[in-house]
């Protein structure tokens, strides 16, 4: 298909589109990507090689997608073609394994003609951080060096907008008209049915007029240009404050029709008209003909910038953590505390920080992390700190990553006493006056709260959070124990906008977990407590990215310059580990 330019109304309804798609979607649907994961080579020993890449992934990295690719003859500087299409997953952890294989001869099977050469992990988010390329050795003994090359797959970002009216549609409802909507399906990989799109209700109508829908040519079909796709059109029977989008169960079937993307595509912006037919009463009537019918237009739009644009252009997620150290937690001497520090089990402080830290670090160029205690008694003098550098040091609050923050609180406990009120007002404006120095896209600064309870300041919180919504600011607040987290529930704005005196945020800012929702007893019957680190951190993290993004929009900044690859030597001291 060929790509036009949009007009000015065309643009107003793809923005509309826009809007309406990232509202139908999850927030992991909206940031769900593909990557493209390279491999070349140079100066290995042999001259007839392959490569194994690997992708692992969730909890304990048991899951895992690999590819192996063609053999490269001839040369001791080997490209290889076949990439790793794979899921990008920014709540997760995922780790890239490398291993490159000597190919023996062409005579025995590729199991037993293999010999590994070397091998190397990385990253995935640490590579895409890193501008999309990092050279590693491949053996400390060796000078061979592989470049693992990713980039974001074209498919993610070739958009259409998709236009459907439909005319003369069949009569369902006794007192009115019908109620139609569309549900757009797709077949998948094992060739079943699956819901793909699905418009909103148009009421009391046989001549609906739905709005565009921005369609991803890769959700709809994967690039398979030749794979059905579906529309079915029902009468919504709900009653008058339902939600619209209930189960399709209730609704009556109006009429269906099929067709291919290479169809509904390749008619340069002119509209494609379908019969609507309904199978039952194709069957039961002589005379039938349709159910109405439906025309199809579709308009290419050019790509916004996505999450991954930003991420390969170097833009930094700079991670603040604050931890509530307030005399409702307990003595951390005591076992009952929510800080108290049992050798073998990691308190829920511990646990949050872990899961949360250990992905977002790869994001963070220095990953030199501030870490500060609300709510406590610090030396010397013992006053009430909301700001209270975990490390001790003012000047310089920074832990290296997350294992020096978690050293870093777990000394702090020995020095500081907890006290309270509990504050969130005081960090969170400690976090936004260094974003008001970073507003052109290098910088996202993103708050880390863990709490027990009440917010003891809460009419300055919301002016704290209501500022910090106009800058490249988001916090994330993670509920620990059973306290009561009303508070915290009314800060995540997911529908509303916050607002105090006569003050109004222009983005939602806050995500609230509650962490004890991810928590098990031990099922051998011991004391000890069993948590999923991956449904954490995906709870935790899968607002962030559309966050990001909408500031980005918002402000029409484009990514920064790609950063130039790492060398060899400092790869290995950054997320890279020789085999």
Known sequence: YRKTPLSATTAAAAAAARTMDEQQKSPTERECAKVVIGVKCRDLPVDRSFAVIALHSGSYMTEKDTVTTETVDKTHNPTYSIPL???????????????????????????????????????????????????????????????????????????????????????????????????????NDKGRLVRAYRTEVIKNTLDPDWKPIKVSVDRLCGGEFRREIRFRCYDWDGAEGDHEDKDIEFDEFI????????????????????????????????????SGTVTAKTIPIDADFSFLDYMFSGTDLCFTV???????????????????????????????MQAVLEIIQDYDSDQLLPAFGFGCRAPPDYRVSHEWPLNGDSANPFCQGAAGVLEAYRHCLEEVRLSGPTHFAPVIKHVSRLALNHQDGSRYYVLLILTDGTIDDWTECKRA???????????????????????????????????EGGQKACRDIVQFVELRKYLRVAADGSDG??????????????????????????????????QQPQSPSSSAATGVSLG
């Open 85 to 187: 299409i794979t899921s990008y997953k920014f709540e997760e952890r995922q780790m890239i394994e490398l291993e490159i294989h000597c190919a023996m001869d062409d005579h025995s099977s590729r199991a037993a003609s293999r010999k590994v050469i070397g091998s190397c992990t990385v990253s995935l988010g640490h590579l895409i951080h890193s501008g999309g390329s990092l050279d590693c050795q491949l053996c400390s003994s060796s000078p061979a060096v592989c470049t693992i090359h990713v980039e974001e797959y074209a498919g993610n970002k070739e958009n259409m907008l998709l236009k459907l009216n439909g005319r003369g549609l069949d009569k369902k409802d006794l007192f009115g008209k019908s109620d139609p909507y569309m549900i757009i399906d797709k077949r």
């Open 255 to 290: 009429g269906e029709f099929a067709t291919t993307p290479k169809e509904l595509f390749s008619n340069d912006g002119r509209e494609v008209t379908f019969e609507l037919i309904n199978p039952r009463k194709a069957k039961k009537k002589k005379n039938y003909r349709n």
């Open 465 to 499: 959070v209501i500022e910090a919504s106009y800058l490249p600011v988001s916090i994330i607040v993670v509920g620990i124990g059973s306290g009561n987290f009303t508070e915290m529930e009314l800060l995540d704005q997911d529908v509303w906008l916050l607002e």
């Open 322 to 352: 604050a931890i509530d150290m307030t005399a409702s937690n307990g003595s951390p001497s005591q076992p009952t505390s929510l800080h108290y520090t049992d050798p073998f089990t990691p308190n829920q402080y511990t646990i949050a």
């Open 529 to 562: 407590v069993r948590w999923s680190k991956v449904a954490l951190a995906k709870d935790v993290l899968q607002e962030l990215p559309s966050q990001i993004l909408e500031y980005m929009r918002r402000r029409r900044l484009k990514p920064n310059r790609l």
